[in-house]
Antibody
Framework: VQLVQSGAELRKPGASVNVSCKAS????????IHWVRQAPGQGLEWMGW????????NYAQKFQGRVTMTRDTSTKTVYMALSSLRSDDTAVYYC??????????WGQGTLVAVSS | QSVLTQPPSASGTPGQSVTISCSGN????????VYWYQQLPGTAPKLLIY???KRPSGVPDRFSASKSGTSASLAISGLRSEDEAEYYC??????????FGGGTKVTVL
């Protein structure tokens, strides 16, 4: 099982970012993908999940209206788009394969830096 | 401020035991399973405990956990230098939103 994320991104405040997470080594549609972020020196923050089988999503209240999680079953890739970026969105963003909150496999993380 | 409350730090000498608490309420820990994650510096988190007290394969039995009411705890026995890490509890709330505790940094003295 592998989850390989896209590379680091630098954005200006107000912009959007799209982070990808490419899955391999298992049946893509059999497991949810969660997104968790970690600001510098801070703890983990759950953002939401997407069900690759059907595309259903569940977002944390904090990110409702700003986050969109999508998937492409043909390439076994999940995407997390975050809009209206602010400086406090600077963080490492992780994708993780989950059954419930059993997040057994994680991507390597993607640093998103927001700065003018 | 995390809804799941953990002490910011804990420490012990090699061979000792350390216990980390995680306090929630009836809407999260009180009605859902607790999970624990270990994060070594500069790495992605790793699942340590699932469904309150179960260890995934490969996790040493030095790590144990329990849940009672609206609180949970993680115990590390026979503390080793490689256990120095950040530990997070996690649970769903009753609206099926995920919650992490604020994290506890364990230092091996």
């Amino acid at each position: 099982v592998q989850l390989v994320q896209s590379g680091a991104e630098l954005r200006k405040p107000g912009a959007s970012v799209n982070v990808s997470c490419k899955a391999s080594g298992y049946t893509f549609t059999a497991y949810f993908i969660h997104w968790v972020r970690q600001a510098p020196g801070q703890g983990l923050e759950w953002m939401g999940w997407i069900n690759p089988h059907g595309g259903g999503t569940n977002y944390a209240q904090k990110f409702q209206g700003r986050v969109t999680m999508t998937r492409d079953t043909s390439t076994k890739t999940v995407y997390m788009a975050l809009s209206s970026l602010r400086s406090d969105d600077t963080a490492v963003y992780y994708c993780a394969r989950g059954v419930g909150f059993y997040l057994g496999f994680w991507g390597q993380g993607t640093l998103v830096a927001v700065s003018s | 401020q995390s809804v799941l409350t953990q002490p910011p730090s804990a420490s012990g000498t090699p061979g000792q035991s350390v216990t980390i608490s995680c306090s929630g309420n009836s809407s999260n820990i009180g009605s859902n399973d607790v999970y624990w994650y270990q994060q070594l510096p500069g790495t992605a988190p790793k699942l340590l405990i699932y469904k309150n007290d179960k260890r995934p394969s490969g996790v040493p039995d030095r790590f144990s956990a329990s849940k009672s009411g609206t609180s949970a705890s993680l115990a590390i026995s026979g503390l080793r230098s490689e256990d120095e890490a950040e530990y997070y509890c996690a649970a769903w709330d009753d609206r099926l939103k995920g919650l992490f505790g604020g994290g506890t940094k364990v230092t091996v003295l």
